[in-house]
């Protein structure tokens, strides 16, 4: 599990992604599922603001 959260476009035939945060336990307490085209902002340690626009070329 990332120490800080991750994302998943695990939602791709809706057009979304999933992204944890908040590590306790073994599980998340934060899922946001932002629609592909959100800039989605992951933090340390990766640190980087994510385009998922392009994301949307892969919907069916």
Do not use: C
């Amino acid at each position: 599990m990332p120490p800080d959260g991750s994302l998943a476009p695990a939602e791709a035939f809706v057009g979304q992604g999933e992204v944890h945060s908040r590590p306790d336990g073994g599980r998340y307490e934060t899922v946001r599922t932002p629609p592909f085209g959100k800039e989605v902002a992951l933090p340390e340690p990766v640190g980087i603001t994510l385009d998922t626009g392009p994301l949307r070329n892969w919907v069916r």
